[in-house]
């Protein structure tokens, strides 16, 4: 996910996780917001390929049959039904699920639909569950829409024990013994009616950019940045005096859409609009090449929110983003019970 302040359209700073561990940065990895339509949350911080371009979406699932109504009924004039009482502990903001699923399974499983789709190149496969193969590109995997004991044991023999798994946008309820290492609330928000600019101060960044990449995550922590991250593709970064000081990319690739990440700024030069001259440089590429551009930030982080909605991004839904750990007493007997041993997809 990614981040900005309330004025300028800056990235703010992740909350203290360690650069490439932690979710959508305010994550591309944290807390909620409503849906298209609703007014943005309070404010925190967000988060982030080259690759083929971007396919047709898949087709809409079918609708879900409509209920029958009940039969109404007539209450009488002088003994009106009373009002439902209002319920005496309502869930907490924070534990409330994500909104339904969309209609492009694309965007409902947004990791699953890169591994399977155009990212499928750089995935590693045990039974149906995908990562990124070498888990220093990017940490969300291609996780089934209808995961069962198998798939949990496919994971865990994956990862190894302390192997940290992470979720893009779905929902997950982990067995006993698995460590939640983060799960935060945030906003999927679609740029399909963004055409983008180039921006001509921006140059492009590659494995040689690898270290200053690091060292301006480090600092502001945007979300889950990786050694490898930087092959995903489309990176650009805006130098002064010869330093890094700001940068944007592009992480996960789904059939029709390209996910914006790893929008971040140098505390010292915020204020200054670079966070959106990169983002919207970046949706220009993806524009280019036929696709669509899309991006997470933390649901309580209403700068940046803004900052996307000024250039035409649009809230979709609410989404959430998991990181789990592996306990040790799981992985041994899980290569056991797994699938298939696991391997690089061609």
């Not at 799960?183 to 001509?200: E, S």
């Not at 970064?237 to 140098?266: F, K, N, Q, Y």
């Not at 991006?295 to 996307?308: E, K, Q, S």
């Amino acid at each position: 996910m990614t981040a900005a302040t309330p004025s300028g359209g800056e990235p703010t700073p992740h909350d203290g996780r360690a650069a490439g561990q932690g979710a959508p940065a305010g994550t591309e990895h944290a807390a909620a917001t409503s849906p298209a339509g609703s007014p943005a949350p309070p404010a925190t911080s967000p988060a982030s390929a080259t690759s083929p371009a971007p396919t047709t979406p898949p087709a809409s699932s079918t609708p879900t049959a409509i209920p029958r109504p009940p039969t109404p009924t007539t209450a009488s004039p002088a003994s009106p039904a009373p009002a439902a009482p209002a319920p005496a502990n309502p869930a907490p903001a924070d534990t409330a699920p994500a909104n339904p699923a969309p209609a492009d399974p694309a965007l409902a499983n947004p990791g699953l639909a890169a591994l399977t789709g155009p990212d499928g190149h750089r995935a590693e496969r045990r039974g149906r569950v995908l990562r990124y193969a070498g888990g220093d590109v990017c940490p969300f995997l291609g996780w089934p829409d209808d995961p069962d004991e198998r798939d949990w044991a496919d994971l865990a023999a994956l990862l190894g024990p302390g192997g940290q798994a992470g979720f893009a946008a779905v929902d997950v309820a982990p067995p006993p013994g698995w460590e939640v290492a983060f799960r935060i609330r945030g906003v999927q928000m679609l740029g399909d009616g963004v055409a983008g600019a180039p921006a001509p101060e921006a140059v492009p960044l590659g494995a040689a950019d690898v270290p200053e990449m690091l060292d301006l995550v480090e600092r502001t922590r945007p979300g889950p940045f990786l050694e490898r991250t930087v092959e995903l593709g489309g990176y650009l970064g805006i130098r002064r005096g010869g330093a890094l000081v700001a940068m944007a990319g592009e992480r996960l690739h789904l059939p029709g859409w390209t996910e914006i990440s790893a929008v971040c700024t140098d505390p010292a030069f915020r204020g200054q609009g670079l966070a959106g001259r990169l983002v919207a440089a970046v949706a220009a590429g993806i524009r280019a090449r036929g696709g669509r551009p899309m991006l997470h930030a933390a649901g309580d982080n209403t700068g940046a929110i803004r900052l996307y909605e000024s250039m035409g991004f649009r809230l979709h839904r609410t989404v959430y983003f998991t990181g789990l750990i592996v306990p040790d007493a799981v992985a041994a007997p899980a290569r056991e019970q797994s699938r298939e041993p696991a391997e690089a997809t061609a």
